[in-house]
């Protein structure tokens, strides 16, 4: 069957304007569609859309942050050499009466103290690992002959052996009488967030608050200063191991062991 196109009636008025929509509408989307402009010069591309504007961010961001922790690593390897020198340089004997404001120019500052344990005071920091082997970290108040009395931290003991360490019991040791001490200075180290608080009236201390520690051992009444040393073991590596298993405190080594990864964030960014 022949099917005949169906014409609305339409004036000659209306007629005109769809004839000019429509023309408007074919210029309109061939000028946004082609590669051309009107006076023949090659159209740009628009950068302005979101996601090429974050594309063109991250590359200048990346680069942005490797720069800076490169120059953060500079920073720290310089901190560390001269923290170093102060570890190498020969150890110098505290004052009677220490002046807490200059602690800072002498941290990681190796140091000699002569006095007689307060193992009345001495406590268990931990829990702590060394090589493997769980146990505490001993702290003991000394007392120096015509001067303040200062903390030191004398290093590792087992668990197991912690007790007896604690009253000045660890064998062949000598628990009373002098003895001579060589150190580092150390400042206020920072409680992390998964860290808990110290319960002195439980004999739980689970970090070094060195002004809490000393407020233990009898605080200025008592002539104790808030300064903290942690020890140096001077033997060698066989004494060590004896010391550990004897259940002697094993002090720390003579090194700077600042945190430094910035290498790593380098790398990563």
């Known amino acids: 069957m022949l099917r005949l196109p169906i014409r ?8 005109q304007q769809l004839r000019t929509w429509q023309s408007r509408r074919w210029v309109t989307t061939q000028n946004e569609t082609a590669p051309w402009n009107a006076r023949g010069q090659k159209r740009a591309k628009s950068w302005s859309s979101p996601y090429k504007l ?9 680069f942005g942050l490797g720069t800076w922790q490169l120059k953060r690593l500079q920073w720290k390897l ?19 009466n220490i002046n807490l404001k200059a602690l800072p120019e ?6 000699n103290v002569t006095g007689e344990w307060d193992n009345a005071h001495s406590i268990l920091l931990g829990p702590r690992v060394k090589d493997n082997k769980n146990g505490f970290n001993l702290v003991t108040p000394l007392k120096r002959p015509g001067a303040t009395t200062v903390l030191v931290d004398r290093g590792f003991v087992e668990h197991d052996l912690g007790p007896a360490a604690r009253e000045g019991k660890m064998a062949n040791a000598a628990a009373n009488g002098v003895v001579e001490v060589v150190g580092m200075l150390r ?16 004999g739980e201390w689970y970090w070094p608050d060195i002004e809490q520690l000393a407020e233990y051992a009898g605080g200025k009444d008592a002539g ?7 020890a140096i073991h001077q033997g060698t590596i066989a ?20 945190r430094n990864e910035h290498a790593t964030y380098a790398i990563i960014w």
């Open 8 to 15: 609305l009636p339409c004036s000659s008025l209306q007629l």
């Open 54 to 62: 974050i594309l063109g961010f991250i590359p200048i961001f990346t």
């Open 78 to 96: 310089d901190l560390i050499n001269e923290l170093q020198e102060q570890v190498e340089k020969d150890p110098m004997t505290l004052p009677r």
């Open 106 to 111: 002498f941290e990681w500052r190796r140091v």
């Open 187 to 202: 400042l206020q180290q920072t409680k992390n967030a998964f860290t808990p608080e110290n319960k002195p009236e439980m």
């Open 224 to 230: 104790v200063q808030p300064v903290l040393i942690e």
């Open 239 to 258: 004494n060590r191991l004896q010391d550990l298993n004897e259940g002697r405190p094993v002090g720390r080594s003579a090194i700077v062991d600042v």
